[in-house]
């Protein structure tokens, strides 16, 4: 009778690799939910990038060398930024998912190579909640202030933080 160890055991049923491509495989479908989310409900989403942007309700800070945008055409044109910016890392996220797939049992310099989409994918998500909502939202026009504004910087902080913790994994050279 032969004994298997555990570790072949794991290592059979997943190795690192593999738990990369999830990885990244869940920040595409984060950024693309996300992007859906926004779509399905583009009327709030407008209200809530009108209200962040107009400085609404700032108490704490009432005053602000970034003026408030309130022409609809602005409004609309940072709403659609960012959608089509979570729509592109969800994509290239979901492309870089595949490309690591095909190559999940290549050499580790063609599995290196095939990060290369994963890696944008995650870092665009980093530059969406992070620097779109976290710079922009949070620093420059103090969305912190608000109820609302809280709410979306939790939320991007958590967003950003999740594709710079798969960004950092996924970039980890492969042997």
């Not at 583009?42 to 009432?62: I, K, M, P, R, W």
């Not at 290549?106 to 980093?126: C, D, H």
């Not at 979306?152 to 913790?165: D, N, P, V």
Request: proline share 1%.
């Amino acid at each position: 009778m032969r004994c298997v160890s555990a570790k072949n055991q794991v290592g059979e049923f997943m190795n690192v690799r593999q738990i990369k491509i999830f990885f990244v495989v869940i920040i595409a479908l984060l950024c693309l939910v996300y992007a859906g989310q926004n779509v399905a409900n583009l009327e709030a989403a407008y209200q809530s990038f009108a209200y962040v942007l107009g400085n609404v309700d700032h108490t704490v800070y009432t005053s602000s060398f970034i003026p408030s945008i309130t022409s609809p055409a602005l409004i609309w044109t940072a709403l659609v930024i960012v959608v089509a910016s979570e729509f592109l890392a969800g994509l290239l996220a979901a492309r870089g998912a595949l490309a690591m797939w095909s190559a999940r049992n290549a050499s580790a310099e063609e599995f290196n190579q095939a990060k290369k989409l994963a890696l944008v994918g995650s870092g665009l998500g980093v530059v969406i909640w992070l620097g779109f909502f976290g710079v922009g939202g949070g620093a420059a026009f103090q969305m912190w202030q608000t109820a609302i504004g809280v709410a979306s910087l939790e939320g991007a902080f958590q967003f950003s933080t999740s594709c710079a913790i798969v960004f950092i994994i996924v970039s980890m050279t492969d042997a």
